[in-house]
C-alpha cells in the first residue's frame, strides 16, 4: 500500500538527530527539534488510514519511506511492528530503535535523519519548500 504526506520546509530544521526522522503537524519549529524534517504535514499518525495502519501492525511487514523534496529523494528501510500505536494527532515519527510510542510510524529503520544528504536539509531550511512523506508497506 502506498500513502503519501505533504508537508513543508522551516528554517529551524536541522535533520542531525541519529536515531529518529520526524515530520509533524505543527508550523512551528525550534532548534531543540534536531530530528524534524518537515512540518505542517497533512497528517499525524492518527490520520493515517486504517487500512495501512493494520499493515504497519503487522512484525511480518517491510517499509519503505521516501522523502523527496524537488528533485530530491532519500529512503529509508524499516520494519511494522505489532506493539505501534498509531494515535498521535500531531507527529509521525520513524526510529532506528525498537521503542514504540503513540507517534511511531516503523522500527528498525536503516537511517536517521543525520544521514539525509545535506543539500536536502539545506533546501528544507526554506518555508517555502515542500515534500512529500511517502509511506510504501
Do not use: W
Request: some cysteine; aromatic content about 4%.
Amino acid at each position: 500500500m502506498h500513502f503519501e504526506i505533504p508537508f513543508r520546509g522551516h528554517k529551524n530544521i536541522r535533520g542531525l538527530h541519529e536515531k529518529t526522522i520526524e515530520i509533524t503537524k505543527d508550523t512551528k519549529l525550534t532548534t531543540n527539534g534536531d530530528c524534524i524534517i518537515g512540518v505542517n504535514a497533512d497528517c499525524g499518525c492518527n490520520d493515517i488510514p486504517e487500512k495501512l495502519k493494520k499493515l504497519l501492525r503487522d512484525s511480518k511487514s517491510d517499509v519503505v519511506i521516501t522523502i523527496t523534496v524537488k528533485d530530491l529523494s532519500f529512503r529509508v528501510k524499516g520494519k511494522g511492528n505489532q506493539e505501534l500505536i498509531l494515535t498521535d494527532p500531531h507527529d509521525i515519527v520513524i526510529r532506528k530503535s525498537s521503542f514504540v510510542c503513540p507517534r511511531t510510524l516503523a522500527v528498525c529503520c536503516d537511517k536517521a535523519s543525520d544521514h539525509i544528504p545535506r543539500q536536502m536539509i539545506k533546501r528544507l531550511q526554506n518555508p517555502d519548500s515542500r515534500g512529500i512523506f511517502a509511506i510504501d508497506v
